[in-house]
């Protein structure tokens, strides 16, 4: 239960504004560099200002971030809303956000490490349809090198889950990706946090992150069941799908746009 509260409050800024239809309350946004005392991140130097008001972040804690161009960037998403705010085209401000929290709140990143150790185990790449269908000749294809790669490259021993079921993690496999989350800090975690979500797999996420795959590829590998369902089916309308398959590209595009703009300065976390 303290997971899920700890999840709708993590999550509830964003929500809240997709519900509801929240005007553009400002004029314009600017960056600012800061040398506050008692910063959490001394390392953090730049806020955002709406109309001289500082952005702050889901725990009404100021929004300190690391990089000019970073803060640019969330600017230029603030600047460029029309009428009504639209959080889906501000990615990096709700990745930022969060990212920020972290650093408040160690509770939010142990959960958030819980969930992609949840991902891993139910990871899409695992997935195969339990017969011997043309699917699982394609899953088999194109999820079977990735795995292999994968288990060679961090040390793992990841099984593959035929239809319903799910293997539950070695212990030194848990080991393993516990360890390679405690060394990310937080902006990467947040980072790869979202990729994992939005891909549905841990796997393909660190092989971003390795430069072993394309966002491109990592989102087609992510949806080869729905694709395969929409070949068979020429009820699911096209033009809907296509628009998910974007939408997870920019989301996945913004968690990496995030870490290259946090480390064009020399900056230790």
């Known amino acids: ?9 993590f999550t509830e800024w964003q ?12 004029k314009e946004a600017k960056i600012e560099r ?10 953090h ?4 200002k709406l109309d001289g008001k500082i952005v702050q972040t889901h725990f009404q804690n100021e929004l300190i971030l ?9 600017a230029d998403e603030f600047n460029s809303q029309k009428e009504f705010i639209q959080t889906t085209t501000m990615p990096l401000l709700i990745l930022a956000k969060n990212a920020v929290g972290i650093e408040t709140n160690q509770r939010i990143r142990q959960f958030m490490e819980y969930s992609i150790i949840n991902y891993l185990e ?3 790449v695992l997935f195969r349809e339990q017969s011997q269908s043309q699917l699982y000749q394609i899953q088999q294809n194109k999820l079977d090198p990735q795995l292999k790669l994968f288990n060679q490259q961090f040390g793992m021993h990841l099984q593959i889950n035929y239809g319903l079921e799910i293997k539950p993690l070695k212990q030194y496999d848990k080991i393993k990706i516990q360890n390679i989350l405690k060394k990310l800090n937080s902006w990467q975690l947040v980072s ?12 393909l996420a660190l092989q971003i992150w390795n430069n ?3 966002i491109q590829q990592a989102v087609q590998l992510s949806r080869i069941e729905e694709d395969y369902q929409i070949s068979q089916n020429q009820k699911i309308e096209k033009h809907h799908d296509d628009l998910d398959e974007n939408t997870i590209i920019a989301k996945v595009n913004a968690a990496k746009l995030l870490i290259q703009l946090i480390q064009i300065q020399s900056i230790t976390y």
């Open 15 to 26: 929500s809240t504004y997709q519900h509801f239809k929240i005007k553009r309350f400002y």
């Open 66 to 74: 690391p990089t000019s161009q970073l803060a640019q960037s969330i």
């Open 34 to 43: 800061t040398f506050g005392v008692g910063m959490l991140n001394q390392n």
């Open 212 to 214: 072993h795959i394309t």
């Open 1 to 9: 239960m303290n997971r899920l509260l700890l999840k709708f409050k």
């Open 122 to 124: 139910r990871d899409t």
């Open 45 to 48: 130097q730049w806020i955002i």
């Open 192 to 203: 790869l946090d979202s990729q994992v979500e939005n891909l549905k797999s841990c796997i």
